[in-house]
C-alpha cells in the first residue's frame, strides 16, 4: 500500500517568514495530493490540493509543488501569521481505484508573532 | 461548502458500555464516509471504509465486532464502539466525500469525537 512520509514534525517559524513542509509518498499510481490544516481540537480542513497533471498550484500565500519522478510534494506558506500555527497532514491517494488517502504524520506548525 | 456533521464531541463512559458516534453529510449526499482514529499529536490513521447499502471494510488490525459501523443512508454513517474499555480512549473523526465530485475529490471531516473510557 501507499506509504506517506512528512517532514518535520515541528516546525517553528517568526511572523513573516516562510514555512515549507515537505512529503514523499510510495506509490507512483497515485495522482491525487490534498493538504489540511487541522486547529487544536478542530477537524481537518483541506487548504489546497494538486493532482499529478499539474507541477504547481498557488493559492495566495500558500502553494504546493509536485515532482512526480521523484515521489514527492511540498506544502509554501509565504508571510507567515500567528493564525498558521496548526498542525498540517499531506496525504495520497492510492490510486488503487478508490482514492482513499493515507495521511503523512503531520508537522506541527508555530508561528511565533 | 460540504459540512459534515458529527455527534456526540465529547463522550465519557464506563468500561463495558457501549458508545455510538453519528456522522451527517448535511448538504452532499454521500455513498462513501471514512472513520479515522487520532492518538495525541499523531496522524489520521484510517479505521474502515463506511459504503451506503453495504458492509464496511475494515483496515488491518481493526476488530470489526468492537468497532460496528452502519452506512444505512446517503447522508448517515454510524461507528458504534461496543464494550469500550480505558484502551479505546481516542478521538473518533469521520469524513466523508461528495458523491458528485466523483473519487478524486476532496473529503470533508467531522469536528470529531473524543471520547474517554473510564
Known amino acids: 500500500g501507499e506509504n506517506v512520509e512528512q517532514h518535520p514534525s515541528t516546525l517553528s517559524v517568526q511572523e513573516g517568514d516562510s514555512a515549507v513542509i515537505k512529503c514523499t509518498y510510495s506509490d507512483s499510481a497515485s495522482n491525487y495530493f490534498p493538504w489540511y490544516k487541522q486547529e487544536l481540537g478542530k477537524r481537518p480542513q483541506l487548504i489546497i490540493d494538486i493532482r499529478s497533471n499539474v507541477g504547481e498550484k498557488k493559492d495566495q500565500r500558500i502553494a504546493v509543488t509536485l515532482n512526480k519522478t521523484a515521489k514527492h510534494f511540498s506544502l509554501h506558506i509565504t508571510e507567515t501569521q500567528p493564525e498558521d500555527s496548526a498542525v498540517y497532514f499531506c496525504a495520497a491517494s492510492n490510486g488503487g481505484g478508490s482514492y482513499i488517502p493515507t495521511f503523512g504524520r503531520g508537522t506541527s506548525l508555530i508561528v511565533h508573532p | ?118
Open chain 2, 1 to 118: 461548502g460540504a459540512v459534515v456533521s458529527q455527534h456526540p464531541s465529547r463522550v465519557i463512559c464506563k468500561s463495558g458500555t457501549s458508545v455510538k458516534i453519528e456522522c451527517r453529510s448535511l448538504d452532499f449526499q454521500a455513498t462513501t464516509m471514512f472513520w479515522y482514529r487520532q492518538f495525541p499529536k499523531q496522524s489520521l490513521m484510517l479505521m474502515a471504509t463506511s459504503n451506503e447499502g453495504s458492509k464496511a471494510t475494515y483496515e488491518q488490525g481493526v476488530e470489526k465486532d468492537k468497532f460496528l459501523i452502519n452506512h444505512a443512508s446517503l447522508t448517515l454513517s454510524t461507528l458504534t464502539v461496543t464494550s469500550a474499555h480505558p484502551e479505546d480512549s481516542s478521538f473518533y473523526i469521520c469524513s466523508a466525500r461528495d458523491r458528485r465530485g466523483g473519487i478524486g475529490s476532496p473529503l470533508h471531516f467531522g469536528n470529531g469525537t473524543r471520547l474517554t473510557v473510564t
